[in-house]
């Protein structure tokens, strides 16, 4: 199994409030990525980094923010929530060079009320 | 238009059966295909990669990238119980980004 951990799994927050997706790994994996994914639809990059200090935008137009200031951390931070922010965020981590195949969190399902 | 297509299913089969997968894409850059399974609750994991045209297989899946109609399948052979799950084609060009098809979901029932 993967080691790959993201934490809380399940959060339901009012409209306006700050809040933090946390993520971890623990396999020295330079890439990490963060995915939204609705039910029935495709997986959509919204942020992926390349090691410390790197982070770029995935395709999805998104109002989160990341940051790396370790290699095994990743967090996701929405300054403030939205109904629209409900959704099933999906982290993930990968070799730099062998990066197709990605180790996926379990997942954090947000829901804004 | 998206950059990969795919059935989303459901797909219900009796225990035993060959089992196809399909999706199409657009973009004529995709290189790297790979597979990833999806059970409830959990994260995506990787089954099967491939690269460039051609078929690989591992067990009882097969994995097959035909570029020039943009079209790849994922075989699964003597389908089980526990093959049953939502399974997601992906494709990159440069492995800088990779794109993922809204998965099927695959129920085989015993």
């Known amino acids: 199994e993967a080691d790959i951990y993201q934490t809380p799994r399940y959060l339901v927050i009012g409209t306006g409030k700050k809040i933090t997706l946390e993520c971890s790994q623990t396999m020295g994996h330079d890439k990490m990525y963060w995915y939204q994914q609705d039910p029935g639809m495709e997986l959509h990059l919204i942020h992926y980094?390349?090691?410390?200090?790197?982070?770029e935008k995935g395709d999805l137009s998104s109002e989160s923010t990341v940051s790396r200031i370790r290699t095994e951390h990743f967090p996701l931070t929405l300054e403030s929530a939205r109904p629209s922010h409900t959704s099933q965020y999906l982290c993930?981590?990968?070799?730099?060079?062998?990066?197709?195949?990605?180790?996926f969190g379990p997942g954090t399902r947000l829901t804004v009320t | 238009q998206k950059e990969v297509e795919q059935d989303p299913g459901p797909l219900s089969v009796p225990e035993g059966a060959i089992v196809s997968l399909n999706c199409t894409y657009s973009?004529?850059?995709?290189?790297?295909f790979m597979w990833y399974r999806q059970y409830s609750r959990k994260g995506p994991e990787l089954l099967m990669y491939?690269?460039?045209?051609g078929n690989k297989e591992d067990g009882r899946f097969t994995a097959q990238v035909d570029k020039s109609s943009k079209y790849i399948s994922l075989f699964i052979r003597d389908s089980q119980p526990s093959d049953s799950a939502t399974y997601l084609c992906a494709m990159s060009a440069n492995f800088n980004k990779f794109y993922f098809g809204s998965g099927t979901k695959l129920n085989v029932k015993p």
């Open positions: 491939t690269y460039s045209s």
């Open positions: 973009n004529s850059a995709f290189q790297y």
């Open positions: 980094s390349y090691g410390v200090n790197s982070t």
């Open positions: 993930a981590s990968s070799e730099l060079h062998n990066s197709y195949e990605q180790y």
